[in-house]
């Protein structure tokens, strides 16, 4: 499904007028996908079509700037490095132009963010999933095109005079912070995870990736030798903030070995684990929807580990799932080995609920209220 400048397109009922498009490739796998540029044809709305045939995947975003929308909800699809290997018409990249990405889709699997990190910042997307047969081709119409291209010349002047009436009045840059404060969300492990493993100083580095069923993936970081397993899971609850539902360490680990860490959260399932030759603490996180459709081990782990994996999620998350994920078959369904024993005042889930009531009481003095994720 290929397009051009100029090319008139029906999306979703929704006419657009294709501006120009860039095609990028992922490092990863070398597959290649297009982004178009498009306009409304009925006013100025711009917003980008991705094609991807390689994935049967297909969808329309905008972007929304370079500050990172709320992912209450939100839970991580994708992530990679993408190069710019071919532009044309009206864009502001360049071929040899390179990024990180993170992609993120909602619990309807229809809504998605896109983050994207470039040499000169962040820039974030939102938008939907769109079916094939919803693009059409309707004409290429030279005329649209130009009266398209004239709108973003005089909307470039305005937005220049705007910032630097912006520029004179500091009080908004006030103003943008406390109402940015309302929309506040604590991030998930595995944006965590994600974003400190690409810093100058990483804890964790990513290891692999899982494949699991209904398209559900796990990923795999290292934590190294450094540092203990109660130190690791202790610093991934004070990142999401102590928002878990449940969190505790196996006490029944081989003689000599350290016990692994669950943490169940209310869209992620992650466990911190001894390698299987004890040489280095691993972090494995994934969606609760492929611990309950895969049966598939932690990467690299024990026995104990291993076992422990599928206890914890069997007893703490399976049954909620189950009605969530009724549609899939699960493993978990003829799961025959004996339950954990769950307690409450466990140190790490007392851990949890001093990091969140901290958290809590942290915000309300910033003044910036609680998220109602509304």
């Not at 470039?118 to 769109?130: I, K």
Request: aromatic share 12%.
């Amino acid at each position: 499904m290929k397009f051009s400048r100029g090319d008139v397109l029906l999306v979703d009922g929704v006419e657009y007028v294709v501006l120009g498009s860039v095609t990028y490739r992922n490092t990863a796998d070398g597959n290649c996908w297009d982004e178009y540029r498009m306009q409304k044809t009925e006013g100025a709305s711009e917003v980008w079509l991705s094609i991807d045939d390689v994935f049967s995947e297909y969808s329309v975003t905008h972007v929304v700037g370079e500050r990172c929308p709320s992912l209450r909800g939100y839970h991580i699809v994708d992530h990679g490095h993408e190069v710019v290997v071919a532009t044309s018409g009206s864009v502001d990249v360049v071929p040899g132009d390179q990024a990180d990405f993170n992609e993120y889709e909602d619990d309807t699997e229809e809504k998605i963010i896109s983050e994207e990190l470039w040499s000169d910042g962040a820039e974030y997307s939102t938008g939907h999933y769109v079916d094939p047969e919803d693009i059409f081709l309707s004409r290429h119409d030279k005329a649209t095109l130009e009266k398209a291209e004239a709108g973003i010349r005089r909307r470039a002047y305005l937005i220049t005079a705007l910032a630097l009436l912006v520029f004179c009045i500091p009080l908004l840059a006030g103003i943008f912070e406390f109402f940015s404060s309302l929309f506040y969300s604590p991030q998930t492990i595995s944006h965590y995870l994600s974003r400190q493993s690409k810093t100058a100083a990483p804890r964790y580095s990513y290891v692999t990736s899982v494949t699991g069923e209904a398209k559900q993936k796990a990923d795999v970081y290292s934590a190294g030798s450094a540092y203990s397993i109660d130190f690791i899971a202790e610093d991934i609850i004070t990142a999401i903030e102590g928002e878990t539902e449940y969190v505790q360490k196996d006490d029944e680990a081989g003689e000599g070995e350290e016990g692994s860490v669950a943490i169940l959260t209310k869209k992620e399932y992650c466990l911190v684990y001894p390698s299987e030759d004890n040489n280095e603490v691993l972090v494995q996180v994934s969606k609760r929807k492929f611990t309950y459709t895969t049966d598939e081990s932690p990467y690299r782990s024990n026995r104990h580990a291993r076992r422990y994996y599928r206890r914890f999620y069997y007893s703490t998350g399976y049954s909620s799932d189950s009605s969530s994920y009724r549609k899939y078959s699960s493993p978990y369904s003829s799961f025959d080995d004996t339950s954990i024993s769950y307690s409450d005042s466990n140190s790490l889930n007392t851990y949890s609920g001093t990091v969140r009531q901290d958290s809590i009481n942290a915000r309300r003095s910033d003044g910036g209220g609680l998220s109602n994720g509304k």
